[in-house]
């Protein structure tokens, strides 16, 4: 099972005026302090996001593990990873680019983003204040172009603009990390394994055994390294995938109530609106109206 965010339902999520619609491509900039404040809730994008902090501190749990982005980062998040805002300053303003697949599957620099094991486990880099101007720049060209009225060339100006951000972010990872670094090790692969496993099986598996048996580990084992290593247990990371699933039907969806539990396997709406609830701290309807 994986609900996730695409560039189809993305404009509905963030209320995006549909005008701007690009295929592949969508630019948000959101401030914490404007009338459109940002959207923290936990999010998995069906494709590669970047994240660049503009102002102020985010505090986020991207792929189990915690960072702060602070302004002049860059955080890359692969295709279908999870990232969870945790805290914002007052100050906090940032611009997030999202690329479909098939916008990555154009450009050669972009598909090398996409199963980099650096990249995975170090997703956050820090820009020298030369570097912060230029990306400020290219950035704001790439909003200007991306707002502008349609155009036969749009578009390619549009990819030229990206790989040229992406190059400069992909020479900033090469020199800042010794290539003989060996990023991935036994935790590493854990998580990611364990990852793969709620993705798949969170709306039908809920033992703990279960997942353990997978990964050829103890019940006990998995427990202890999840809560030293994510600060969750398996069963709050199945609650947790869960509600992401749940939020994203809800706003990007006009799928009833009672479709959505059936969709997410809960045996009766009732059951599936107390889950919520006790999870969420408001009903299904009530999230999805922004009460």
């Not at 999520?13 to 404040?37: A, F, P």
């Not at 003989?180 to 394994?193: L, M």
């Not at 809560?227 to 706003?251: C, E, F, P, Y």
Request: one cysteine or more; charged letters at 20%; aromatic letters at 8%.
């Amino acid at each position: 099972m994986a609900l996730l965010i695409t560039l189809e339902n993305i404009h509905k999520l963030y209320s995006i005026d549909r005008s701007s619609k690009t295929e592949g491509l969508v630019i948000l900039h959101q401030s914490n302090h404007s009338e459109q404040s940002y959207n923290s809730h936990s999010r998995l994008f069906d494709g590669l996001l970047l994240a660049f902090m503009v102002k102020g501190t985010m505090k986020a749990r991207i792929h189990f593990l915690e960072y702060t982005i602070s302004a002049g980062d860059i955080a890359v998040l692969q295709p279908q990873l999870m990232i969870e805002t945790e805290e914002l300053s007052a100050d906090a303003e940032i611009v997030s680019i999202g690329l479909s697949l098939d916008f990555l599957t154009n450009l050669p620099v972009l598909r090398d983003f996409v199963m980099n094991d650096q990249i995975r486990w170090q997703p956050v880099v820090r820009l020298d204040p030369e570097e912060v101007k230029l990306q400020t720049e290219l950035v704001g060209l790439l909003q200007g172009f991306y707002n502008k009225q349609h155009s036969h060339k749009k578009m390619e100006m549009l990819q030229h603009l990206v790989a040229v951000l992406m190059c400069m972010i992909a020479e900033k990872y090469t020199g800042s990390i010794p290539k003989n670094n060996t990023v991935k090790n036994r935790t590493h692969e854990i998580i990611d394994d364990f990852y793969t496993l709620i993705s798949k099986y969170a709306h039908q598996e809920r033992s703990v055994k279960f997942y353990a048996e997978k990964l050829n580990l103890t019940p006990q084992y998995l427990t202890s390294f999840l809560k030293q290593n994510t600060g969750r247990s398996v069963l709050q990371w199945i609650d947790h995938i869960m509600i992401i699933h749940a939020k994203t039907l809800l706003k990007s969806s006009d799928l009833s109530i009672k479709q959505i539990s059936a969709e997410l396997n809960f045996g009766d709406t009732s059951l599936f609106s107390r889950f919520f609830k006790r999870i969420a701290g408001v009903s299904p309807m009530a999230y999805r109206n922004g009460v």
